[in-house]
């Protein structure tokens, strides 16, 4: 989606330069270069999905309960070393196995983690109900600045 504030993208580009002939044949000269450009658009989720501001405790520790539960052990120090219940021919339980329970944000699904897991994540952004809503923003800025001389 567009922002409503819609502005075109422009850039700008300034150049100059001074020649100069020191002696017959010899030329020096020095150039400076400016580009600033202003107004592209960049992707900004308003619901803030995965931002730390909207952090769920309880979701969060309804992911490792579950997870840990999944793995039938009680600490996730043993899950880590060991996670029978999910990798019974040896292994331990890692991030995805968490982020799997609810210990992530929707903006890894695109779409409400009660959708996905029947509770929410542990990072639902400002409403839990709503998925990742990415509206493209002209507030793009990007300035070069070059200088070069050469004498021949």
């Known amino acids: 989606m567009y922002d409503p504030n819609y502005r075109t993208p422009r850039s700008v580009e300034m150049n100059i330069g001074v020649q100069r002939e020191i002696r ?18 960049l992707g900004i989720d308003e619901n803030h999905t995965g931002d730390i501001h909207y952090f769920n405790k ?16 009680s600490t996730v120090d043993q899950g880590i070393q060991a996670c029978p219940g999910l990798y019974p021919g040896g292994g331990g339980a890692s991030m995805v196995d968490f982020a799997n329970n609810g210990l992530t944000s929707s903006a890894d699904f695109d779409r409400p983690c009660g959708v996905l897991f ?4 542990a990072f639902p952004g ?27």
Do not use: E, W
């Not at 400076?32 to 658009?41: L, M």
């Not at 309880?58 to 052990?73: F, N």
């Open 58 to 73: 309880a979701a969060a520790q309804q992911a490792i309960a579950s997870t840990l539960s999944h793995c039938g052990v």
């Open 118 to 121: 029947g509770y929410p994540c």
């Open 126 to 152: 400002i409403n839990s109900n709503a998925p990742p809503l990415p509206f493209f923003k002209p507030i793009g800025r990007s300035v070069y600045n070059g200088f070069g001389s050469h004498r021949t």
């Open 24 to 41: 017959r044949g010899m030329v020096v000269s020095a150039d400076f270069v400016r580009n600033v450009q202003t107004h592209y658009f």
